[in-house]
Antibody, heavy 116, light 111 residues
Framework: QVQLVQSGAEVKKPGASVKVSCKASGYTFTRYYIHWVRQAPGQGPEWMGLINPGSGGTTYAQKFQGRISMTKDTSTSTVYMELRSLRSEDTALYFC?????????WGQGTMVTVSS | QTVVTQEPSLTVSPGGTVTLTCSSSSRAVTSGSSPNWFQQKPGQAPRALIYSGTKKHSWTPARFSGSLLGGKAALTVSGVQPEDEADYYCVLYYGGAQFWVFGGGTTLTVL
């Protein structure tokens, strides 16, 4: 069964960093890009960037340039998204999604709460 | 800054037909924009409905269809069912800079 399973909820203080994982199973890990999308409470989704698990190449939304990193571990079919210098506005549900032009499979979401 | 615009809300009667649209502030939406449409219900992850503007996933109900109309992407629901009440989002691809932008979403009410 094709699925993406994300790590659990996180609570962080302003200025800290968070690293969310997304473990893929049921398909060839390197064949599909993984995108990260976040959704603040009551808001629509926001595209953050993508990683090519085959090459490790990344593209980030301009808004997050300089404080986001996406990495992959091919041995465990897992991708990671790290967001640094967290602020309260980063409180959101973070999703990973598989894409071969179709965003067909999504992770269950990871709630990240930034609060002092 | 590129903005993708959707109708904030629409209301349709059960059994009726409704069309949601998705437009870009910077250029006409074409097949190259790779429009995707998602349905989202409270507490759930978005569920993919349409990709490449017109293609359906294996789980997409037949009453949902995607098209390109007058420089916009469109999602039409024919024979609306009560369970179609949800938020709908589109996302567009901007190939030059290789980024994606989500629309603000349309809340569809079935009444």
């Amino acid at each position: 069964q094709v699925q993406l399973v994300q790590s659990g909820a996180e609570v962080k203080k302003p200025g800290a960093s968070v690293k969310v994982s997304c473990k893929a199973s049921g398909y060839t890990f390197t064949r599909y890009y993984i995108h990260w999308v976040r959704q603040a409470p009551g808001q629509g989704p926001e595209w953050m960037g993508l990683i090519n698990p085959g090459s490790g190449g990344t593209t980030y939304a301009q808004k997050f340039q300089g404080r986001i990193s996406m990495t992959k571990d091919t041995s465990t079919s897992t991708v990671y998204m790290e967001l640094r210098s967290l602020r309260s506005e980063d409180t959101a549900l973070y999703f990973c999604a598989r894409n071969f032009d179709d965003f067909d499979i999504w992770g269950q979401g990871t709630m990240v709460t930034v609060s002092s | 800054q590129t903005v993708v615009t959707q109708e904030p809300s629409l209301t349709v009667s059960p059994g009726g037909t409704v069309t949601l649209t998705c437009s870009s502030s910077s250029r006409a939406v074409t097949s190259g924009s790779s429009p995707n449409w998602f349905q989202q219900k409270p507490g759930q992850a978005p569920r993919a409905l349409i990709y490449s503007g017109t293609k359906k996933h294996s789980w997409t109900p037949a009453r949902f269809s995607g098209s390109l109309l007058g420089g916009k992407a469109a999602l039409t629901v024919s024979g609306v069912q009560p369970e179609d009440e949800a938020d709908y989002y589109c996302v567009l691809y901007y190939g030059g800079a290789q980024f994606w932008v989500f629309g603000g979403g349309t809340t569809l009410t079935v009444l």
